[in-house]
């Protein structure tokens, strides 16, 4: 199993940026791509990006394409989610993953909370 530790999450206004990190624990962390998903209280979790394991590769949900941009650092350790123009339908509890392929995602965190003020 891996550890994940997300931070950087907080309030931002509309329009406004926030970059979120995730931090892993496994030695094999360039081995395996990286998701990050977010869960609205109302709603059920749902894929915002992924990333493949050199960093090469990168997907995004529709609703966050050409406004968030997912990076990930081997060296470090570290996935991060840059957020670009914060819209009202962003607020959510944002966590990273672990990519074990086919679409499954294990080893979550705890989640950061991003909220957004109009």
């Known amino acids: 199993q891996v550890q994940l530790v997300e931070s950087g999450g907080g309030l931002a206004q509309a329009g406004g940026s926030l970059r979120l990190s995730c931090a892993a624990s496994a030695r094999t962390f360039s081995s395996y791509g990286m998701g990050w998903f977010r869960q609205a209280s109302w709603k059920e979790r749902e894929f915002v990006a992924s990333i493949g394991a050199s960093g090469a590769t990168t ?19 570290r996935v991060y989610l840059q957020m670009n123009s914060l819209a009202p339908e962003d607020p959510a509890i944002y966590y990273c993953a672990r990519d074990r392929g086919r679409g499954q995602y294990d080893s979550w965190g705890p989640g950061t909370q991003v909220t957004v003020s109009s």
Do not use: E, L, P
């Open 59 to 77: 997907y995004y949900a529709n609703s966050v394409k050409g406004r968030f941009t997912i990076s990930k650092d081997n060296a470090r350790k």
